[in-house]
């Protein structure tokens, strides 16, 4: 096997739900200033799913274009990264394989580790790859992030789900060694089983990301990784975008670096279009943030990215990638863009109306309302069990 053989994201494409609350409109309502919102955390608006969305119609609409460009014959591997997912043993990928129409040679497993998981998917099925370069891994992450109404991470909420079809000889980007590791025993953020909401303690997770910053950049340092000036543009997870600001600002003070405004600017502020708008997607969010850089820079030819990944409780990596020659062919942003600008505005009245309902969980027959305009939807709870269907 080739060791210098180029592994990486071959393509790259992402979902959204249907609908969207404001900032403007939850700030109304709320009584807080816009500006904190604005400026403090960086956030516009934030996705909210329609009764029949869920992290598996979101992972198939955001699986089913690079199906239907690429086909599903060489896809041996689906990883579905979430930290929302439907049941406690059943893979969501497995809905997302019969969706899409796959055929049945594949291994379908789920990935957990709160916001951090979809970057060890790619890593494992990168390393698949690299044992027979002839396959391909379909790498999906998908979340929906809920905090309860009125605290502090409500403002943070968000939905997507990205997908990525790991290759050799990819067409956008190749993943490069070595990865910076960084692990800790937090609670800065987790949801017991009980729980439909996260519990967070917001401060702390903001530390305890920055000192996983500090933490996987050494390491990765260490490990002979590439030094600052070798970049043009970081990816963090964006739990808000403005965190991907502070952590850059940590990064930089960590190399000894001058941290102003204009530097900051030059490395981030591609990265953080769809994020702003769409919130949190957990596992989704670095992913979404390498979507609007590859998307809207001018061209990365060549260039090395830096991504960070961080999953609270708490995991982190740092790892690099050197974009491809030709990768604007490959792109999708007009779908990306789309997607966000086809969302239905509600208004807060009915997004309080909306975290009221929950699914029924008695075990009978129910049908969920068809209001999805996606491609995918959750037509009925019946005996327990998820019934999926194409809209
Ligand atoms: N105008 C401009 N900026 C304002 C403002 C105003 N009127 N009011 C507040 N801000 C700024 C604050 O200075 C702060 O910025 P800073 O962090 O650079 O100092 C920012 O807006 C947030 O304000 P803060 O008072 O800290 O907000 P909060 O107590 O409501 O909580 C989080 C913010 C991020 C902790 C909260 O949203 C949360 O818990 N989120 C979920 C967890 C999370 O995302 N963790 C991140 C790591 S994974």
């Not at 916001?115 to 790859?129: H, I, K, M, R």
């Not at 439909?196 to 000192?211: D, F, H, Q």
């Not at 830096?306 to 995991?315: A, D, I």
């Not at 309902?357 to 069990?385: C, I, K, S, V």
Request: contains cysteine; negative net charge.
């Amino acid at each position: 096997m080739p060791s210098d053989l180029a592994i990486g994201i071959h393509d790259l494409s992402f979902r959204t739900t249907g609908l969207v609350l404001s900032h403007t409109e939850l700030a109304r309502c709320n009584g807080t200033d816009i500006a904190k919102y604005h400026q403090g955390i960086g956030q516009r608006a934030m996705s909210l799913p329609t009764a029949d969305e869920d992290i598996v119609t979101m992972a198939a609409a955001a699986a089913a274009p690079l199906v239907e460009r690429h086909g599903t014959d060489r896809i041996r591997t689906v990883v579905l990264a979430t930290e929302s997912s439907v049941d406690q043993s059943k893979a969501a990928g497995i809905y997302v394989h019969s969706l899409l129409g796959m055929e049945p040679h594949v291994r379908v497993v789920e990935m957990k580790q709160a916001c951090y998981s979809a970057t060890a998917a790619l890593q494992f099925a990168a390393g698949l790859v690299h044992r027979d370069p002839q396959e391909q891994v379909l790498v999906i992450a998908s979340d929906i992030s809920r905090y309860d109404l009125d605290s502090p991470g409500e403002a943070t909420q968000g939905a997507a789900a990205a997908a990525m079809l790991v290759s050799a000889d990819p067409a956008l980007l190749e993943l490069t060694r070595p990865s910076g590791l960084f692990t800790a025993d937090v609670m800065d953020f987790w949801r017991p089983n009980y729980r439909t909401t996260a519990l967070v303690n917001g401060k702390e997770s903001i530390a305890a990301y920055l000192e996983a910053v500090e933490g996987a950049w050494k390491d990765y340092q260490r490990r002979g990784g590439l030094p600052l000036e070798e970049f043009r543009a970081f990816c963090y997870h964006q739990p808000y975008t403005r965190m991907a600001f502070k952590a850059h600002r940590q990064l930089l003070e960590t190399c000894g670096a001058q941290a102003d405004e204009e530097t900051l600017d030059h490395a981030l502020a591609a990265t953080t279009g769809y994020n702003e708008t769409v919130g949190n997607s957990y596992t989704a969010s670095m992913y979404l943030a390498l979507a609007a850089l590859l998307d809207d820079a001018d061209d990365l030819t060549e260039q090395t990215v830096g991504l960070f990944s961080y999953g609270s409780g708490s995991v982190a990596e740092f790892f690099a990638g050197r974009v491809r020659a030709g990768y604007k062919a490959h792109l999708r942003g007009e779908a990306h863009r789309e997607a966000i600008g086809s969302r239905r505005a509600v208004d807060y009245g009915t997004y309080r109306e909306l975290r009221e309902q929950t699914l029924p969980t008695d075990g009978g027959w129910y049908e969920l309302p068809h209001e999805t305009r996606g491609p995918y939807r959750l037509a009925a709870l019946r005996d327990h069990q998820r019934v999926y269907e194409a809209a």
